[in-house]
Nanobody
Framework: QVTLVESGGGLVQAGGSLRLSCAAS????????MGWFRQAPGLEREFVAG????????YYADSVKGRFTISRDNAKNTVLLQMKSLKPEDTAVFYC?????????????????WGQGTQVTVSS
């Protein structure tokens, strides 16, 4: 069992930056591939970024490539999402997730554990 807690969300102006953090407790995070997803009001949850267990391989949605960076520190049981050049359309609740399998990192059913989410609001 893994418990995930996101933090770092908030209100930022367009063009600004935020860094989201996902802290894990329970089993060691190095056992899982990790992902970030987001859900805007009235829309379905969508994949943002994923990272392999070792951190060597990363994967991004086209909409965030070049602006977001996912990283992990297995020693600290933490996964980060550095976001820059934020746009109003990035406004959403952001969730981190942990999965034992990583065959299709963009699919939410690949992940067994989810955090409660942190709100990111980007003003124009």
């Amino acid at each position: 069992q893994v418990t995930l807690v996101e933090s770092g969300g908030g209100l930022v102006q367009a063009g600004g930056s935020l860094r989201l953090s996902c802290a894990a407790s329970g089993r060691t995070l190095s056992s899982y591939a990790m992902g970030w997803f987001r859900q805007a009001p009235g829309l379905e949850r969508e994949f943002v970024a994923g990272i392999s267990r070792s951190g060597v391989t990363t994967y991004y949605a086209d909409s965030v490539k070049g602006r977001f960076t996912i990283s992990r520190d297995n020693a600290k049981n933490t996964v980060l999402l550095q976001m820059k050049s934020l746009k109003p359309e990035d406004t959403a609740v952001f969730y981190c997730a942990a999965g034992s399998s990583w065959s299709r990192p963009s699919l939410d059913y690949e992940y067994e554990y989810w955090g409660q989410g942190t709100q990111v609001t980007v003003s124009s």
